[in-house]
């Protein structure tokens, strides 16, 4: 709805649109006036008619951009994504995407079971946060188990483990009871310990746009990034950097943190579990993260920590288009219901059924 637009941008709008309504009658006029001689004048108004109708048409091609059009995109550059989040996303009053209320104490005899992760949890992209994993398993819960759990999302876009970790303990410092948490692992969560992502976030940042039109508009600044996508490998590629990562320091800054949080879980008797969600935009014969899922599935083991590499699972389906759209390899919803599937049918078996591990 044009509402949820800048007011600054309506004001813009509406100024241009005012403008155009003047030169169009001030043309037709002037073209009117001079079409017995057919001269100069008369081939200027012509020309400007001919401008007119050009930027007339842009002029419906920004407004549907501004006020139909909503898509995400991988990085949130471009104002259509921006306008995305205000659109789809809400907030309940912990500031977290959850329907849910998320109370500090619950009923005697019920469990908290937690999700908690980046993007990839949040559900970048996913318009009805009911079409997430972590929704779609409190539902199946509830009508499996009815008045067992309370399930609740925590989480960011953006965080990365050590934020992650950070999370956890003060939710649970401030005396909120977790049972059950499924940490959800995205594979840039190592990206604190690894410099070539903080410069890439900073290469990243010098690219926004100086020319107005192509910073305030819809349509130009989506074209803009959409080149630029193109262009830059730091976009184009999405954390390629990153398989190196799992085998050098930053993996073992990752493990220190990973080792962390089991720690004050085990200590609050907290029960953590991990998900492995794969990238999903070049799984397939080209997928180059097999060494990060091999580091992580292995610290759980030696950790003993229950854990789900989601990627064996995703990989048959990798042809049926599950990201949510070419320029964001964010899990769509159908990525989200086989997530949910699997970790009903595996990590969270127990849960389902009644029978501890």
């Known amino acids: ?121 949040f559900g970048q992209g996913i318009k009805d946060p009911a079409d997430r994993f972590s929704d779609r398993i409190r539902r199946r819960l509830e009508s499996t188990r009815p008045g067992a759990f309370l399930v609740n999302y925590v989480g960011d876009t953006g965080i990365h483990v050590r934020l992650v970790a950070n999370l956890v303990e003060k939710t649970v410092e401030r005396g909120y009871q977790i ?28 690219q926004s746009p100086r020319f107005f039109l192509f910073r305030e508009s819809y349509f130009l600044n989506m074209l803009y ?48 579990r991990i998900v492995i969600f794969p990238f999903l935009h070049n799984l397939g014969k080209e997928y180059s993260f097999d060494p990060a899922h091999e580091q992580i599935s292995s610290y759980c083991r030696e950790a003993g920590l229950a854990c789900l590499d989601l990627k064996p699972v995703l990989l048959p389906h990798a042809g049926e288009g599950l990201t949510v759209n070419r320029f964001d390899p964010h899990p769509n919803e159908r990525a989200h219901k086989i997530a949910a599937e699997a970790m009903e049918q595996d990590l969270l078996a127990d849960l389902f059924t009644g029978r501890s591990k």
């Open 179 to 206: 049972d059950y948490l499924v940490y959800t692992i995205c594979l840039n969560d190592i990206e604190l310990y690894e410099p070539e992502v903080v410069r890439m976030q900073k290469r990243l940042d010098g």
């Open 225 to 272: 990034f959409r080149i630029l996508q193109a262009r830059l490998p730091d976009v184009r590629n999405y954390y390629s950097m990153l398989p190196d990562s799992y085998r050098g320091p930053p993996w073992q800054g990752m493990h220190r943190t990973l080792e962390e949080l089991r720690k004050f879980c085990q200590s609050h008797n907290i029960e953590l």
């Open 1 to 121: 709805m044009p509402f949820d637009l800048p007011e600054e941008y309506l004001l813009g709008m509406a100024a241009w649109l005012a403008a155009g309504a003047v030169c169009f009658v001030a043309l037709l006029m002037l073209r009117r006036r001079a079409r017995k001689k057919r001269g100069f004048a008369w081939r200027l108004a012509n020309a400007g008619l001919g401008l007119w109708v050009f930027l007339a048409a842009m002029t419906l091609v920004e407004l549907y951009f501004a006020v139909v059009y909503d898509q995400s995109d991988s990085f949130n550059m471009t104002k259509v994504s921006q306008h995305w989040f205000q659109r789809h996303v809400r907030l309940n009053a912990d500031g977290f995407r959850d329907d849910q209320p998320f109370p500090r104490s619950i009923p005697p005899g019920m469990k908290r079971l937690c999700f908690v992760g980046d993007s990839f949890t």
